[in-house]
């Protein structure tokens, strides 16, 4: 077939259909084009579905398709009973992505920077933190919820005496005003919410309860499993991790504690095992280890719940999801437009502390 032949064009859009591009991504790209070059205008209607559908031989579906990621991308917009227009012309070709998350952690910004490092130079994104207060989250997403392309958000939120709590009906309201093809749910599985949109979760519970029960023969080495889990903090933790860590104890008739905090001159005592949320504990336990001349790993033993690269380092033991690769896959449903259900890896990562 001649390139003549191979080319199908109406009002500034263009097919090639030798062409290993998608077609729905060659109208967008060719409209998105017209309008960034000045030759379409805010206002100016653009080609029916039916029209382009027609004039390049393409099935409706197609049309459809690259029209609804251009909406999507408030780019053009519908009008019922009249068509579509162009609906902004101010726009890079770069995604616009509003990233929101609950807190600026270590681990919280390795998903970050997993997730701008594979978009690559695709997207421009905007990086938000609430930190986990529901009114901040509230005054965010509903200043920012027609300015962005896409949404990620991290929901974890901290009720008045400082427990971790769910979404309130208000945060609810104000997440559904997302469109739900441009909105991607880091962390946390909210079944209220439409299923539709992409999220990578963790399921708190199972997640320990799975991992501990990896790392049993080591464990079981142990006279007694100490949680440390902080009943009151700025930036609390799930409960389900205290429901999973219980679970596993009662199945393995494991003698257990959960303390709020390491405090100083802890009563330590050989064969003891230390799960640990918060750095600032884990700094405290390992001081006092070693102050007192225990061996790590074999008179105390620790693990700790999130994996950093000073953990790494350290030869701390650590149950953790993978962070790099929550934001990863994140970036890549962006890249794909495509959006997916899935929980992600949670581990045993086995070093010298146990």
Known sequence: MSKAMSQYSIQHITVDVDSRIPKYRQIVDSL??????????????????????????????????????LRQQNIIESVKGKGYYVARTDFSSKIKVLFLINKLSTYKMRIFNSFVATLGSKADVDLHIYHCEPSVFVAILSDKVTAYDQYVIMPHFKDESLQHMGCTDEILEVIRKIPEEKLIILDRNILSLSMKAGRIYQDFSEDIYNALTVGLDKIKNYRKVILVYPNKSVYPYPKGIITGFKKFCAEHILDYEILDEIYDSMELRTRDLFITIEESDLVNLVKQVRDRHYKLGEDIGIISYNETPLKELLGITVISTDFVKMGSEAAAMLLKDEKVIKKNDFNFIDRKSI
């Open 32 to 69: 998105r084009d017209a309008i960034g070059k000045g030759f379409l205008q805010k206002g100016e209607k653009i080609p029916s579905i039916n029209e382009v559908s027609e004039e390049c031989l393409l099935s409706r579906d197609t049309v459809e398709k690259a029209y609804s990621i």
